[in-house]
């Protein structure tokens, strides 16, 4: 274990030599233009935009925050130059609360769902254990204490018909052939 | 010749048609004749399509103008391996090739299991000749690439300069390659409804298709951003884009398709599920075509738009239709007793890894369609770009990379108390212990450093894994370290392989977090003998020059580079202005190391001869293709892992 610990060392000190170089807010203009985008065809978020459209729009938001102008008035007068299609993401309000929304909302019932369709499965096998159902997955083995788990020593009756029906079909489609 | 081409693509309509009908019949009779047959056809349309794609790339390197795609997309003063690139630069060369990439897939499925005399591998034809009916009808009826121009133009239009780099000329195959290859797992998974068949044997080899595929769309999207990164000249390599998401979210559904179908193997649940996750992996992937042609979203990738959207958005209504429908007539195929020990178990902690992909693909799904779905409802034109997905995408990423850490140290059916103890103290006190020596450092914000948290996290856990399965080898092995390593990692290819492939993960997470959190950027105009400093960068411009390329003018800002006042070498920023095109190309000057990248792009030559110079510091940007590369060796090591098959066949009766 102890001989694994300088590699993993290493690996973070690259890391960590990286970010002291760099470690430093970004400015106001950086974090306006980093969040619009460009309203020419190339559709590239501003910040890093090089065409003309974006050139001029970035001399635009550079020269609001010099006059002092905060944030959401310099998006403000943009927006309402070019359109809301200028807005990297659009603003969470009225339909387009939605797309802000149904990810986080589809995550959380997706834990939900998954939760009590695991809790049934707990119950169920409890349930089973209860009433003394024999050979309750006895095949599989235990994990061993060092966190692996050995092969299956038996097999389950699905499996052995599985195997059963797999080789009567091999030889019955062998005998269509041969025919 | 053209006609030869036509020919060749009509035969191959024929050709799949029949294979469809041939095995169909063959199954319904029980017949080996027609089964055979259909084999045959299916090998024919291969044989036709790598004919056409001979024909085509005949008239591309001749640049016969003729033809209507040549001149669309080569000119004569392109260069050689261009021409031969520009194969895949158009939509109907694109769709050629997709044909040809999925022609290979059957036959090589067939050649594969050439001596299972299973009809259910006939099963499996069927279904890819399905789609090659599909994609032959298209290139034949709709969009020939064997158009002939009535009156051929001197030169042609030449290639989109995008596209005129070494990097464009392997990745859309290698994407196309994973895209492609979801065939296969969707084909197992029909025939399986189709022919009603249980038992957990074709999941084996189901997963290892897919681990192919899965890994070369992983390499596809890569390469993809490297491209961005060296190409598109705006500091970074992903953006977010419709066509980058498109790539994305069949990778994300194959990812948890390739974590659920071990609960399968195991215990024979999540039947139903995992069928689903098949389907939707491959609709994905179509999805993905449909996105990049069909010119719906504007995109830096869609190179080719045109008016066969509907035919895309109608296969993949098609085909979701009749899977579903399957999958509801065979529900009792499907069922299984579903029992469990714990939630807090192996088990449980897939069930919920499962959710955060699906919840990840589903997000940038929303995300990507809904500028679409927002104008058609509101009237008003909107975009979802990089702001929204990075504050959307990256909290359930990272939820995902914590679960990356925890799931592979909860031990199956049943982690105890003492397990968890003992399985997580150590990797949480990393994790705490990294995100205090980060916060000095300069890292703030709940993201960074819930991701560092994380990344600790999770290589502390890796590292635990390795070195218990050592421990408990350590009678049997007394070689070195890295022997005892190799060993283990031979004896359960499947889990090293995972665990590799894991870290890899990580390592991507971290050059991630460097190069977007602490990235540095400094720009302005310089005169000769000017600098300009970034960080502990100076760089200063000792000439401005003009050269005629081929096909391009170039101008080139020469910079040299010193970092804290020691000269470390000469850069050649360019911008090219390509005369087909008449659009400047950005050429960066990239100074790399294992730390960071210096990304130096020339915006422009000003009017009063001093050139605009915008530089970038991408800290760690290094660390993303090297994670990629660690879970390509990753993929290798878990896809080589055949003992279970094995051990399979020799208990068979």
Redesign the interface.
Known sequence: MSRFVPAVLLFFLIAASAAPSSAKPRDLAHEITSNIICPCSCGEVLSGCTCETGKSMQATVENGVKMGKSKDQIVGALVSQYGEVIRGAPKAEGFNLIVWVAPFAATLAGFAIAFFVLRKWVRRRAALYAAGAPGLEGSEPEARPDGTVPFPTGRSLEGDLDALRRRAEEELGEMRRKR | MSELGRLALLLGFGCSCFAVGSIAWGLRT???GPLRSGRRAVWAVCGLALFAVILLERALLARDMSYRYVAEHTSKDLPLHYAFSSLWAGQEGSLLLWLLILSAYGSAFLLAYRKR????YDAVAMVVASVMIFFTALLSFVCSPFRILATPPPDGMGLNPLLQDPGMMIHPPILYTGYVGFIIPFGFAIAVLLLNR????WIEEVRRWTLFCWGFLGVGILLGARWAYIE?????YW?W?PVENASLMPWLVGTAFLHSVMIEQ?R??LKTWNIALIVLTFELSIFGTFLTRSGVL???HSFAESNIGPWFLGFILLSSTIATALILYRKALLESE??????VSRE?SF??N???F??LT??TF??TT?PVI?EA??G?????????FN???VP?ALALLLLTGAGP?L???RATASVLKR?FILPAFMGVL?TA??IP???SGVYPLVCIFAA?FV??TI???????I??RKDLETGA?PSQVAHLVQK?KR?YGGYIIHGGMV?LF?GVL?SSV????AHGPLKNGQALAI??YTLTLRGVTEQQRQNASLTTAILDVSRGGKFVGTQHASKAFYSKAQQPM?EVALHST???DLYM?L?GVNEDGSASI?AY?N??VS?VWVGGLIMVFGIFIAASDKMRLR?EEK???
């Open positions: 029980g017949l080996s005399l299973d009809p259910f249980s038992g957990t044997r598109l000249g705006w500091g970074g953006g884009d195991r024979g649940m504007t995109s830096v579903n029992r469990m020990e714990a939630i449980g069930l919920f499962n959710v955060l699906v919840a589903f997000a929303l995300g809904f927002s409802v509101t008003t034109k909107i975009s979802v770009s990089a702001p929204f504050r959307v995408n359930i140290v031990s199956w059916k399985n990294a020596v980060a450092f300069g890292a600790a290589t502390t590292v635990m894994e390795f070195a218990r399965g421990q408990a370290l359960n889990r390592v971290i460097g602490f990235q540095k950027e960080g502990p950005t294992p730390a960071e792009i915006g915008q510091i800290p760690l660390y051990r208990l068979a009766p």
